[in-house]
């Protein structure tokens, strides 16, 4: 084989060996980004998150100071049950009849509001 | 020897440590609702008057047959019952008023956990997504290291054979 023959086909490796490298390190370099991209995606995909979460805590609160005020609620009607319970137990063994006049009247007219 | 293994010991303990760091998910904040009772309401807890039984008079002021009645007459007994009954339909009255108030404040809950699965089904959404880029970049970097490997064995194949072709022609 001739000296440039020879020569060629080294040149000829070498180049490949070049365009292999340059091929490998341009690719590299695309992963880099292509991860840089990902990162960013993740980053703002979990601040989204974060944001959902924030609004499902104020949504949670709320329900619980909903959850109170209906407490408050039932507590109200037993409070009213109880009065009711009080104030019918001691008219039915009332014998003042003016008395019990008296309470026809207020209970009629705040019956009637 | 005892310097190899622990040359190799140090070299491994580099490789272990340079790895990739791991990945912990986040940990998402916790939201735990009480259980909300069931609601009874007892109307049996307050009395209820028993019938009235008015006394049947006619004009003279007689007690006459209900039939023949022009006016009825109570005792303050019976009286108080009309009373009891008054004081009866005021508290029906303000139970039906604070119920009224239970129930828009139940309502309300209701909408709040509506819009709170609104929200869960746009956060499962984002969680799908944040998996699906995950696992689409896996897969790109996987394939791009197949493709890798596949050109640096070809490029060594090649220069190989040109090495040898060289030698032989040599």
């Not at chain 1, 063994?93 to 209970?107: C, P, Q």
């Not at chain 2, 007689?62 to 023949?68: D, F, I, L, N, S």
């Amino acid at each position: 084989m001739e000296f440039t023959s020879l020569l060629g086909l080294l040149v000829g490796c070498g180049a490949l060996a070049g365009i292999a490298y340059w091929w490998s390190s341009s690719r590299g370099s695309d992963s880099k980004d292509s991860g840089i991209l990902h990162g960013l995606k993740q980053a703002l995909g979990k601040k989204e998150v974060e944001i959902i979460e924030e609004k499902q805590k104020v949504v949670a609160v709320n329900i619980e100071d909903k959850e109170k005020l209906g407490r408050e609620s039932v507590k109200k009607i037993k409070e009213i049950q109880k009065k009711a319970t009080k104030e019918i137990n001691s008219i039915l063994v009332e014998d003042n009849l003016a008395r019990i006049g008296d309470e026809i009247d207020d209970d009629w007219e705040e019956l009637l509001q | 020897m005892k310097k190899l293994i622990t040359w190799v010991l140090i070299v491994s303990f580099f490789l272990v440590g340079c790895g990739p760091k791991q990945f912990i998910p986040y940990e998402p904040p916790a939201v735990v609702f009480e259980k909300t009772p069931e609601y009874v309401l007892d109307l049996d807890s307050i009395p209820r008057p028993a019938k009235i039984k008015p006394i049947y008079v006619d004009e003279n002021f007689k007690e006459v047959p209900k039939e023949e009645a022009k006016f009825v007459i109570l005792a303050p007994s019976e009286y108080a019952k009309i009373s009891a009954l008054l004081k009866l339909a005021k508290a029906y009255k303000e139970i039906a008023q604070e119920q009224e108030v239970l129930i828009n404040t139940k309502v309300s809950v209701i909408n709040s956990l509506k819009e709170y699965v609104a929200l869960e089904q746009m956060k499962a959404k984002e969680y799908r997504q944040l998996w699906a880029d995950s696992e689409n970049a896996y897969r790109q970097e996987s394939y791009n290291r197949k493709v890798d490997r596949a050109i640096y064995k070809g490029t060594f194949g090649a220069i190989f054979l040109g090495v040898i072709l060289a030698i032989v022609a040599l």
